[in-house]
T-cell receptor, first 115, second 116 residues
Framework: DSGVTQTPKHLITATGQRVTLRCSPR?????VYWYQQSLDQGLQFLIQ???????AKGNILERFSAQQFPDLHSELNLSSLELGDSALYFC??????????????FGPGTRLTVT | AQSVTQLDSHVSVSEGTPVLLRCNYS??????LFWYVQHPNKGLQLLLK??????LVKGINGFEAEFKKSETSFHLTKPSAHMSDAAEYFC??????????????FGQGTELSVKP
């Protein structure tokens, strides 16, 4: 158990809908990262927050957004869902934002299926 | 730009024989490198990390990796495979460039099968 929690575990929804994925980082970690794992794209970085502020952005679609709240939990919002958004979404946390020596601990993921 | 290339998409070994999973990296900086493992329908677990200390890094479950700068490689090895090692393994580099927050860049993964 990494100490990172994600809810829900599974989500099935229809095209055009909007969903929210939730992540709670390990106790004491200030940085939260979101990754998407799909069969065709592999594991890709989406976005990072550090202590409530956006720190880095990756291949995140404009239909997707995220935020980190004062209690450090984070939410990833996916809207106008398409079939291609079906994937496993991981959240990871680490102590710091920079300092690439700090390992990231991953949650169990949320499997999103868009029908 | 930083990247990693995993040279084998699938590796099959017999239980009790050595494991070698190959990874080459490309980095403009002194890299931080990691190996993560993903068991079926599970999250990602950190096996080991290299951060410019010792070039031979020991991880969990008997795995180790050697950083070779001259070959830009970071291969993962284990002397004796166990059935429970069957999983997908990812070689990962951390992006240390400015304003990238240490995001992780993943290789395509190597699926390890272990035959009894």
């Amino acid at each position: 158990d990494s100490g990172v929690t994600q809810t829900p575990k599974h989500l099935i929804t229809a095209t055009g809908q909007r969903v929210t994925l939730r992540c709670s980082p390990r106790s004491g970690d200030l940085s939260v990262y979101w990754y998407q794992q799909s069969l065709d794209q592999g594991l890709q970085f989406l976005i990072q927050y550090y202590n409530g502020e956006e720190r880095a952005k990756g291949n995140i679609l404009e239909r997707f957004s995220a935020q980190q709240f004062p209690d450090l939990h984070s939410e990833l919002n996916l809207s106008s869902l398409e079939l291609g958004d079906s994937a496993l979404y991981f959240c990871a946390s680490s102590v710091r934002d920079r300092g690439s020596t700090y390992e990231q601990y991953f949650g169990p993921g949320t499997r999103l299926t868009v029908t | 730009a930083q990247s990693v290339t995993q040279l084998d998409s699938h590796v099959s070994v017999s239980e009790g024989t050595p494991v070698l999973l190959r990874c080459n990296y490309s980095s403009s900086y002194s890299p931080s490198l990691f190996w993560y493992v993903q068991h079926p329908n599970k999250g990602l677990q950190l096996l080991l990390k290299y951060t410019s200390a010792a070039t031979l890094v020991k991880g969990i479950n008997g795995f180790e990796a050697e950083f070779k700068k001259s070959e830009t490689s970071f291969h993962l090895t284990k002397p004796s495979a166990h059935m429970s090692d069957a999983a997908e393994y990812f070689c990962v580099v951390s992006d240390a460039s400015y304003n990238q927050g240490g995001k992780l860049i993943f290789g395509q993964g190597t699926e390890l099968s272990v035959k009894p």
